[in-house]
């Protein structure tokens, strides 16, 4: 068996393979190519797929393929922006619990009427997530083959793409539970119920607005998520890795054998400090702000999950990093991931956690003329600081540019900010 080398990929990069099943072989012939289903890769070591499961994300190193299944990987030619793959990202994570439409992917091949439903299958869902950008992978993002990624002219072929997994690696797995899979059936038992309310129901984004327009039903839906253990899934990683969120656990685990493993992990998470949660607090921001126009059992069931989960998103990168500059200070500064403030990507997630901050370092800037302004007031100079407590001061806000009175200020009401290398 083998699987694909993460460490090779980054976020959009496409995966391709050529399934040995029946179902794969039929997908090939009738498209008359050399794969039959198509991944995008979200975060290092994470996929989302459409499959007969719906969209789903999954874990790269639990993918395993048979040594005679082909598999590619694939990237835009011209490299996009940070800020434009966060995008892409962003519309792949939304469509996570929408359905597979068989019929809908059987037209990607047929002459005939074409629907364009809310649904997915595994090439639309990569071709659309491109097009919510402007980026037309292949003619029609609507219905398209996974084989008509794979001859794109936008994409060019990755090498040295996958590696050997041991039988002892396989037997040890079938024994360690799935966090992903446990993910994935507390999220189709909440949907499911959604669904018996309103059949249109595909993913997350509509069962919200389904609690908004029918707040009778909010009741129904928020028992849901607790019958499902949906609000509890985070338990599970931290009582199987409490050393990555406690500095002190993870130097008291630490020994020979484990240290290259334990720099590896480190560096892996610093190097998507932000990128990698900032998911978090875009959905926490989101629920916070329909709260205002909507009350609900829901709204704060799931405001309480997202604080929590923004929390242990710091943590674990804060270990991570606390660990490096105590036993790797180098790899801090070769790895960590900077957002430099008022930067596209800067304002890409400020937009989307804290807006009035963008509007405001947008104004300074204007009207100075300059990026170089401070973010809070305009004034020069101003050095760049990352917020180390941002989950209780600015959740997802990864740094600010500013002037030494608006720092002290800052400080004075609790902000922890660190200079920036």
């Known amino acids: 068996m083998k699987r694909v080398k993460f460490e090779n990929l980054k976020p959009g990069d496409i995966i391709l393979t050529a399934g040995i099943t029946k179902v ?8 008359r190519g050399i794969v039959s289903h ?5 975060q290092r070591g994470s996929i989302i797929d459409s499959t007969s499961d719906g969209v789903q994300a999954r874990n790269l190193q639990r993918e395993l393929f048979e040594d005679g299944e ?4 694939f990237r835009l030619r011209d490299e996009l922006p940070a800020a434009m793959i966060a995008q892409v990202v962003d519309f792949a994570r939304s469509e ?66 996958t590696e050997i997994v041991s039988a002892e690696e396989i037997a040890w797995r079938t024994t360690q539970p799935n ?23 595909e993913n997350f984004q509509d069962l919200s607005e389904l609690v908004q327009r029918h ?11 607790r019958d499902s253990r949906y609000l509890e899934l985070w338990k599970h990683e931290l009582q199987t890795h409490p050393w990555r969120y406690d500095l002190g656990a993870m130097e008291n685990m630490q020994h020979a054998a484990n240290l290259a493993a334990l ?91 804290e807006p009035r901050l963008g509007v405001i370092a947008r104004a300074s800037i204007e009207a100075q003329r300059s990026k170089e302004v401070c973010s809070s ?16 001061a600015m959740p997802g806000v990864p740094s600010l540019r500013l002037c030494d009175d608006c720092l002290s200020i800052r400080r004075g009401f609790g902000e922890s900010l660190d200079l920036m290398d």
Not at 24 to 31: P, Y
Not at 117 to 135: P, T
Not at 268 to 277: D, K, L, Q, R, W
Request: aromatic share 8%; hydrophobic share 40%; proline share 4%.
């Open 24 to 31: 794969g072989k039929a997908i090939r012939l009738s498209t």
């Open 263 to 353: 720099r590896a992990y480190c560096i892996e998470t610093i190097s998507e400090a932000y990128s990698g949660g900032i998911r978090f607090a875009v959905n926490l921001v989101y629920y916070q702000d329909t709260q205002k126009a909507t009350e609900g059992e829901t709204l704060g069931l799931l405001i309480d999950l997202y604080e929590t989960l923004v929390q242990n998103d710091q943590n674990r990168r804060e270990v991570a990093r606390g660990w490096l500059l105590k036993h790797y200070p180098n790899d801090v500064k070769q790895h960590m991931e900077r957002v430099e403030p008022h930067s596209d990507l800067w304002f890409s997630i400020v937009d989307r956690v």
């Open 70 to 73: 082909d598999v590619f990987a």
């Open 179 to 201: 966090p992903i899979e446990m993910m994935r059936d507390a999220q189709n038992k909440v949907l499911g119920v959604a669904r018996s309310l309103d059949p249109n129901i």
């Open 96 to 161: 996570i619990g929408t359905r597979y439409s068989v019929s809908e992917a059987v037209r990607s091949v047929l002459v005939g009427p074409k629907p364009r439903n809310k649904r997915e299958f595994c090439s639309r869902l990569v071709a659309r997530a491109y097009q919510s950008v402007g980026i037309q992978l292949v003619a029609d993002h609507d219905y398209c083959a996974p084989e008509d990624l794979r001859v794109s002219p936008l994409l060019i072929e990755l090498s040295n793409l």
């Open 38 to 42: 198509a991944m995008i890769c979200v």
């Open 215 to 225: 707040p009778e039903w909010d009741s129904v839906i928020s028992q849901a998520y």
């Open 377 to 392: 007031c305009g004034d020069e100079p101003a050095c760049d600081y990352r917020i180390t407590n941002s989950a209780e």
